[in-house]
DNA sequence: GTCTATATTGTGATAGAC
DNA sequence: GTCTATCACAATATAGAC
């Protein structure tokens, strides 16, 4: 694994475990067993570090946006599709999206924020309705397929069963009715 | 409203909007209309600012904990109680309770953690089963229950009215199935 | 109760040698 | 590619005057 690739590697763990304003530099560098001046040479900052992260798994989730703004993907295909973006990106998304210095960022870099993004799921998930009732509905379908996604990992040693996967599933489209 | 109120107000909306490692004394200083050095005569750090808010929600949180290891809820009275919980909490919780340092925090101060209280509560909602299919059914319940009544307040601008605590009610007993 | 002044530490980041 | 040395700055916190 090259310089960078390892870096990457590094900061992802720490910065799931840690939060992104909970780890320096110098973490990420004893880690990898340099001074902090190193890494500068592979990254320009720690916010590229951040941006190197993400960058795959917010283009992930931005062609899921995209998916369900279609229109052309049932309830069950979407929270599918979302359960498995979940195991794909589990140790992340959760922790970072959560760090208010991470959204400011992500919110003025993104065409669309994360934020915007989850409203195009949640607003899929209630059939386009605008009606807070069925948003309300499908906000919570959503959160079920995300947390019991979270549950099924923390049981299936961070792999999730096709068994499992089709508990979560069921659980999400019976709270959405 | 006195002093030390008011900081706990001021500093409650910050931690909420920036997180706490987001938040400096200086910011909540600036906010009062004091110099750092006021804030220090009032509370001793700003972790004791921390505590001094959360302590009130923590116990209200450990008091449901409680209830659910009784066993003496229903699945609907225990899922109302978290609800109204989150109504109660709504802009500290999710914010505060995501931060790495201040979890690290409450993790050594508290006899129960906020995640072993979640486990009490889920638990309950899984009847005591120790299996994971409930258990993992019962935390997408869960947070059905939490984003729902999230969502419920966003369009009713910060209240929830008697119908939609129904309605989120009903989703996440739907889910738990 | 609040101020000024300051000690102290941590952090992101740069310059320049090797 | 990595090092040493260092800067600039922000943050928590304290001392002591008012």
Redesign the pocket.
Known sequence: M???AQILAIARELFARQGY???????I?REL??????L???Y?????VLDAILAEPLAAYADLAERARSGRLTAAELLGAFIDFTVETRQLMPVVSSDPAVRARLDERLPHSPAEMADAIISALAASSTEPKRLIVARAAYAAAKDGTAAALDFGSGTLSPEHRKLVLATALRALG
Chains 1, 2 share one sequence.
């Open positions: 090259d310089t960078k304003r909970g780890t320096s530099i110098a973490d560098a067993g340099v001074t902090p001046a190193a500068y040479y592979h320009i900052s720690k916010a590229d």
